[in-house]
Each structure stands twice: as structure tokens, then as C-alpha cells.
């Protein structure tokens, strides 16, 4: 007799972009999942830049299935932004660019260690960008995930700098951290 391999079911990755704050599908699609990695080209009609004057941020939705059964999923939220320098100049999304900042030490004399609540710094940012600022630069501390949302949501740039002392693996951590975040 011989021994026939059961056949596997087709698995298919899905995608979706989705708007941040009200969950509306911008686009969607699917591929075949072929292997350990799926590629696919998909328009970018519908999604807007992410901007100082206008915060646009999505969810990127990856979800892997075969047949009807969801195996994994996987959420990022993004915004898509082009920050370039021309000669001196900044220029965000092919605008230029000016920068209106203050530098941010990381100091919470009540606490001395930051807040892990995101509404203190979505309300830290709203001031700033009241009195006209785009911009927080971190000196000397990397801002936690609540913080760098807060800023993402108010339409803020950041600048990310490492501390005193640092080395490659340290500078690497920051960078991961900091590179998701428009």
C-alpha cells in the first residue's frame, strides 16, 4: 500500500489598513502565503500622510489563515510620513519644514520616574501645540510608548537622542523603540 502525505489547506495572509482613531478600512487585500514570507503591492489610495498639521495614523492589520481558521495576527500602527533636508532645509511630505520645539529632560520632580499614563502627555502635547510647537526633543532619556504616542496623535516630531554613555547595543534599543512612530 502506499502512504499518501495529507494534503495541507491553503493558507492565505489578509491585510488591512485601517484609520487609527475611527477603525475605518482604507485599504484591504489578500496572498497567497507561500513559505516564510508573502509579498504583495497594494495601491496607496486613501491614505493620507501623517503631518504636524495633520496627524493621520492607521492600523496595519497582517492576519495569516487557512480556510476559515485565523493561525496569527499581528497590529501596527504607523503613519506615513517623508522627512528629507534640501541644502539647510527640512522639508516633511515635500513641505517645507519649521521646526518649533523645546527640549523635554525627563523631569517629574513629584515622582521622579514619568507617568505611565499616555492622557498626561496627550495633554503635555495639546499645550505645546497651542503655544505653536511641532516638535519635542528627548535629552537624555528615551520617552516611553505613551509618551511617543501622545506626540504621534498630537501631530508632534520627535527628536530621540541616547544618553551619556552609550553604546551600539544601547543606541539600537532606542532606534527600535522609536522607529514605529511617525
Not at 502565503?33 to 508573502?38: D, E, F, L, Y
Not at 520632580?109 to 503655544?131: G, I, Q, S, V, W
Amino acid at each position: 500500500a502506499a502512504w499518501a502525505t495529507p494534503r495541507r489547506a491553503a493558507e492565505q495572509a489578509r491585510y488591512r489598513l485601517a484609520e487609527w482613531h475611527s477603525g475605518r478600512t482604507v485599504l484591504d487585500g489578500a496572498a497567497p502565503a507561500r513559505g516564510r514570507t508573502v509579498r504583495w503591492t497594494t495601491s496607496s489610495q486613501g491614505v493620507r500622510w501623517w503631518s504636524d498639521l495633520d496627524p493621520r495614523r492607521y492600523r496595519a492589520i497582517c492576519e495569516l489563515w487557512r480556510e476559515n481558521e485565523l493561525l496569527d495576527q499581528i497590529e501596527q500602527p504607523f503613519g506615513l510620513r517623508i522627512l528629507e533636508r534640501r541644502g539647510n532645509q527640512l522639508f516633511l511630505n515635500g513641505q517645507p519644514l519649521y521646526l518649533r520645539g523645546m527640549c523635554e529632560h525627563g523631569y517629574f520632580p513629584l515622582t521622579t520616574t514619568p507617568p505611565r499614563d499616555e492622557a498626561f502627555y496627550h495633554d503635555n502635547c495639546m499645550r505645546l501645540k497651542d503655544l505653536g510647537y511641532n516638535w519635542i526633543r528627548f535629552h537624555t532619556w528615551a520617552p516611553g510608548a505613551e509618551y511617543l504616542r501622545a506626540a504621534d496623535d498630537a501631530g508632534m516630531l520627535v527628536q530621540l537622542e541616547a544618553y551619556h554613555g552609550f553604546d551600539a547595543a544601547d543606541w539600537q534599543r532606542i532606534l527600535r523603540h522609536g522607529r514605529t512612530h511617525p
